[in-house]
């Protein structure tokens, strides 16, 4: 497949036919993903193929809560759990329906990624406000992987659920010290692969020499 039609087509996927994925096959798609770039070529990565059928649903209990709260009515134009304007809810509706946590048991392929701290250079850990370039050393290896599922047949979604509960998720996945839970990445052969993708166009984002610049 073509790199520029690749990068513009390769939408969630959440739903998976029974087709399972081979082992080497997962093996296959870490082997591209390793290529990815991280803060000094330090490559914080590290990789847990979860293929137990109770740990998959005990992490899956844990992450519903999330997605429970992660629903509940917010601002339109504000993201839950945002670091700015985001308010607990004074109530939460349990057991929202989520066909991926729902069948976690049958998704092909769960992947759980963390992200070895002592190897991550946070250029902005001291600002007064919460860190963000962490993530760039790990999340271009999460999407090097999306991508490279694709070129595999497969699709899939990268999700930051268990990220909230990390302190609860950390021992039964064995999350080593210093570690942070970056995603969790469920992969099979698509149901259906959406390669008609819903995205802001250049001009609602970029502006020229400065972000109150005139447009482009
Ligand atoms: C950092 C990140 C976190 C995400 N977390 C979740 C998640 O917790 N649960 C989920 O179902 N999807 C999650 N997604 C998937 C996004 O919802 C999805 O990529 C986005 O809505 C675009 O969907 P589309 O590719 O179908 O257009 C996440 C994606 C990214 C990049």
């Avoid at 990565?45 to 809560?65: F, H």
């Avoid at 010290?177 to 692969?193: K, W």
């Avoid at 166009?201 to 482009?216: A, K, Q």
Wanted: glycine share 8%.
């Amino acid at each position: 497949m073509e790199l520029r039609d690749a990068i513009r087509t390769n939408g969630t996927v959440r739903r998976f036919t029974a087709d399972p994925v081979e082992r080497s096959t997962v093996m296959s798609i870490l082997d591209d993903a390793r290529f990815a770039s991280s803060g000094g070529n330090r490559q914080p990565w590290k990789v847990a193929i979860v293929e137990d059928r109770a740990l998959r649903r005990e992490l899956a209990g844990m992450m519903q809560p999330v997605w429970d709260e992660y629903l509940e009515p917010f601002g339109a134009d504000s993201a839950p759990f945002n670091a700015v304007d985001w308010k607990r809810p004074a109530s939460i509706t349990p057991g929202k329906p989520n066909e991926l946590l729902n069948g976690i048991e049958s998704v092909p392929v769960v992947l759980a990624v963390a992200a070895d701290l002592r190897k991550v250079a946070l250029m902005d850990g001291q600002l007064d406000r919460p860190a963000m370039t962490g993530g760039g050393s790990i999340y271009p290896f999460c999407w090097n992987l999306l991508l490279s599922a694709r070129a595999h047949g497969l699709g899939g979604v990268m999700t930051t659920f268990l990220s909230r509960v990390e302190p609860v998720a950390g021992p039964p996945l064995g999350l080593p010290a210093h570690h942070a839970l970056a995603a969790t990445i469920f992969l099979g052969v698509p149901e259906h692969q959406p390669t008609k993708l819903s995205r802001n166009p250049v001009e609602s984002f970029t502006t020229i020499n400065r972000f109150d610049g005139p447009p482009v």
